[in-house]
C-alpha cells in the first residue's frame, strides 16, 4: 500500500521561507513523478512542482519559479520543497502526490492532471501573512 507522509507547513510572514518534506513508502519502482499540489479554499487545486525521481529532473509551475526549489530528500523515497519568498497568495493546503509515470511538462513548466495521481498525502498547511 502507498502512503505519503507531509511535513513542514506553518505560518510565516510575507518574504519569509518554509520547507516542506514529504516520505513515501510502498513504491518500489526507480523512477516515478513525485510532486506537490496546493489548493486554497474556494481555488482548484493546482500543481506546483514535481521531481522524476530517477534523475532528479526538476519542473515547476511559473509563479513559483525562481523562489522554490524541489529537491530529493536525504532519507530514500522523500522529497523536498523548499519555498522562499513567500507571498500571501503562496497560502494553501499543500499536498504531496506520486504517479508511476513521468512528470507531465513543458520544458521546465510542470503541467499535471491532478487525475493521473492516485497517490496522495494528507496534506499540511502553508499561511503566508501579508
Known amino acids: 500500500q502507498v502512503q505519503l507522509m507531509e511535513s513542514g507547513g506553518g505560518s510565516v510572514q510575507s518574504g519569509g521561507s518554509l520547507t516542506l518534506s514529504c516520505a513515501i513508502s510502498?513504491?518500489?519502482?526507480?523512477?516515478?513523478?513525485m510532486g506537490w499540489f496546493r489548493q486554497a479554499p474556494g481555488k482548484e487545486r493546482e500543481g506546483v512542482a514535481a521531481?522524476?525521481?530517477?534523475?532528479?529532473?526538476?519542473y515547476y509551475t511559473d509563479s513559483v519559479k525562481g523562489r522554490f526549489t524541489i529537491s530529493q530528500g536525504n532519507a530514500k523515497n522523500s522529497i523536498n520543497l523548499q519555498m522562499n519568498n513567500l507571498k500571501p497568495e503562496d497560502t494553501a493546503m499543500y499536498y504531496c502526490?506520486?504517479?508511476?509515470?513521468?512528470?507531465?511538462?513543458?520544458?521546465?513548466?510542470?503541467?499535471?492532471?491532478?487525475?493521473?495521481?492516485?497517490?496522495w498525502g494528507q496534506g499540511t498547511q502553508v499561511t503566508v501573512s501579508a
Open positions: 510502498g513504491y518500489n519502482n526507480n523512477g516515478y513523478c
Open positions: 521531481l522524476y525521481t530517477s534523475g532528479g529532473l526538476a
Open positions: 502526490a506520486a504517479v508511476l509515470t513521468y512528470c507531465r511538462a513543458y520544458g521546465t513548466t510542470w503541467s499535471p492532471l491532478v487525475s493521473d495521481f492516485g497517490s
